[in-house]
């Protein structure tokens, strides 16, 4: 059995348990197929959110931004934050509305983050956040200044507390209902890639990367 | 021209403002797009982000959950909160690691969401709610009784204070990168549907109903 991570107050899932994990393997696996996060974080009276990249880095969450921007510097601020991974797997069709619901793998993580200012470090979380997104293109391409890197917020924030909810499975619909003659069934939902476009200033006969020709998550086909 | 929304403080958008926007119908057509949505709230000293299904009704969005949910009950309550929803268009490749970017469209709202009680209205509400994520099959499903329209929370948030952002096209590298040897371009996204899988207990010879197997999000392409 995998390691369970200790459950919080913010972090315990009331709502149909069954649904609920707090493995972190499988944590890990679901923030490794996702591409973006979604940021939540409060300053004042006001709440944000906020989609980003990111990358799982052993047990820490990397994010990125602009030093520029409002929200690395509320991040690095160490304003408490919740971060959610969201992979949609299919649209779960009951036979009654009310049971109809969606296949999904998420993850919730609670914490605050702090800026990695250590230019090795922060070297190596862009190229985690590289690969993460594009497994292959850090070492196949212009890699990052000293000033590009300046320029960038890198944050790390512990992935300690965490609330995964996955639902798999067909419909599961009220025994009365099970002799309706409406279609029942489960419509996969998968994110994929469409053929590559090369940039239009780009020169003749650059050959495609294997990386972006047979790009696919991890665990999924790679084309459309 | 569009109608623009009017702008806060919060919905301002203060980093690379060519990519925001305030326009009322370019975010009705994102958040028609959109399967769910990511929900920000706070409750005394932590934040939530959680996946929910929506739709947008006119101009406003509604959201759903049960009764008994944590979530329902503080949205309902009138806490402020702030629904994300984005779209993932495209990976986009630059020749240097730093301008490497997203292809997205994405809309933020902010504001309090209430409670909506009326039995009609709720019904209405739960048929948007339906018909946005599969549409057609409201009227090919059993429709939810007085018990299950009790037992579901409704929420409505006026759709009056959003930022938009976007990004489009392909990469764009400083002038001095442009003749670096690395491929460049964009490498599209989509959710796409594969093909439906019936329940298991569904009876021999159900028709698949085109509305599964002709399902597309608006703008998108149908299948894999």
Same mark, same amino acid.
């Given at each position: 059995?995998?390691?369970?991570?200790?459950?919080?107050?913010?972090?315990?899932?009331?709502?149909?348990?069954?649904?609920?994990?707090?493995?972190?393997?499988?944590?890990?696996?679901?923030?490794?197929?996702?591409?973006?996060?979604?940021?939540?974080?409060?300053?004042?009276?006001?709440?944000?959110?906020?989609?980003?990249?990111?990358?799982?880095?052993?047990?820490?969450?990397?994010?990125?931004?602009?030093?520029?921007?409002?929200?690395?510097?509320?991040?690095?601020?160490?304003?408490?934050? @919740?971060?959610?991974?969201?992979?949609?797997?299919?649209?779960?069709?009951?036979? @009654?509305?009310?049971?109809?619901?969606?296949?999904?793998?998420?993850?919730?993580?609670?914490?605050?983050?702090?800026?990695?200012?250590?230019?090795?470090?922060?070297?190596?979380?862009?190229?985690?956040?590289?690969?993460?997104?594009?497994?292959?293109?850090?070492?196949?391409?212009?890699?990052?200044?000293?000033?590009?890197?300046?320029?960038?917020?890198?944050?790390?924030?512990?992935?300690?507390?965490? @609330?995964?909810?996955?639902?798999? $499975?067909?419909?599961?619909?009220?025994?009365?209902?099970?002799?309706?003659?409406?279609?029942? $069934?489960?419509?996969?939902?998968?994110?994929?890639?469409?053929?590559?476009?090369?940039?239009?200033?780009?020169?003749?006969?650059?050959?495609?990367? @294997?990386?972006?020709?047979?790009?696919?998550?991890?665990?999924?086909?790679?084309?459309?």
């Amino acid at each position: 059995m995998s390691e369970q991570l200790p459950v919080s107050e913010r972090s315990q899932l009331r709502r149909i348990p069954s649904r609920a994990s707090y493995d972190r393997a499988l944590a890990h696996a679901i923030l490794d197929v996702g591409l973006i996060c979604h940021v939540g974080f409060a300053t004042g009276t006001d709440v944000f959110v906020i989609p980003m990249a990111y990358a799982r880095q052993g047990d820490q969450l990397l994010l990125h931004g602009s030093v520029a921007s409002r929200l690395a510097k509320s991040l690095a601020g160490g304003v408490r934050l @919740s971060v959610c991974v969201t992979l949609m797997d299919g649209l779960v069709l009951a036979r @009654s509305v009310f049971e109809h619901s969606m296949n999904y793998r998420s993850v919730v993580c609670f914490g605050h983050a702090t800026a990695i200012t250590d230019p090795t470090f922060k070297a190596a979380a862009l190229r985690d956040l590289t690969e993460h997104l594009i497994p292959g293109r850090w070492e196949d391409a212009r890699q990052p200044n000293t000033r590009e890197i300046q320029a960038t917020t890198v944050l790390a924030m512990p992935l300690q507390e965490i @609330s995964i909810k996955t639902r798999a $499975g067909p419909p599961e619909d009220l025994q009365k209902d099970m002799e309706l003659p409406y279609w029942a $069934g489960v419509l996969p939902l998968q994110l994929r890639t469409a053929a590559a476009i090369p940039d239009p200033a780009l020169a003749a006969h650059t050959p495609l990367p @294997s990386y972006v020709s047979d790009y696919a998550r991890p665990g999924q086909r790679s084309r459309l």
